[in-house]
């Protein structure tokens, strides 16, 4: 603060503040200290936050509690990845915060005993075979008959699997029942439909700017 204040003597204010650190608890304390006490935008950051496992969770974290307290203009992931990483890092953190519109989101079974097919298989798969679609869709890969039909039912497009076959679900309706070697197929076959049917009502995903600094 006394450092801004040097700027505020020559009237100049047009400047961001930034306190990054490598352990998230410091960085969301030392920020929290310094937007109770000033209105300049604030840039975070968890510097030196590591491989791409460790610094995701650590960026996630920090900026997930900063942001949701509404304190945060821009961010800043910074991982021993390719920088296309951190990019994606940011976007999925603040898509999943709300603060930028949604795109393709994938809900899927933990690992449990319940599951009858190969959940984790299935998911991988379906999350390539979508990768790249810009609307809004959220696609629940379901492995059980316990969670599976609630959470296929609430998302746009489900799969509620069990005994070598899946309940395909489209809008919260059973559209059709496909054997499990159909399953990945089916799921992007109605996926695109559905897309094609979201692009042709306009409600194709918009591009919020993300600024990206070091």
Not at 89 to 114: A, D, H, K, N, Y
């Amino acid at each position: 603060m006394w450092e801004a204040s040097l700027f505020e003597e020559h009237d100049f204010r047009d400047i961001k503040i930034s306190v990054k650190h490598n352990d998230p608890v410091v960085m969301v304390n030392a920020y929290r200290q310094l937007a109770a006490q000033c209105d300049y935008p604030l840039h975070l950051g968890v510097t030196e936050a590591g491989p791409a496992f460790q610094g995701t969770i650590k960026s996630a974290v920090a900026f997930g509690a900063l942001l949701s307290e509404g304190i945060g203009d821009t961010i800043r992931v910074s991982l021993s990845a390719p920088p296309a990483e951190e990019c994606k890092v940011g976007i999925q953190i603040l898509e999943s915060l709300g603060l930028r519109e949604r795109r393709l989101e994938i809900v899927s079974c933990p690992s449990c005993g319940r599951a009858q097919v190969d959940v984790y298989k299935l998911a991988d798969e379906v999350t390539a075979g979508l990768e790249g679609m810009e609307v809004p869709l959220r696609v629940a890969v379901m492995g059980c008959v316990v969670n599976g039909p609630g959470e296929a039912r609430e998302a746009d497009l489900g799969v509620a699997s069990g005994n070598g076959k899946g309940q395909i679900f489209v809008k919260g309706e059973v559209i059709k029942t496909v054997p499990e070697s159909k399953i990945v197929e089916t799921l992007i076959e109605e996926a695109m439909k559905i897309a094609e049917q979201m692009e042709a009502d306009g409600i194709a995903s918009g591009e919020p700017s993300v600024s990206v600094a070091d």
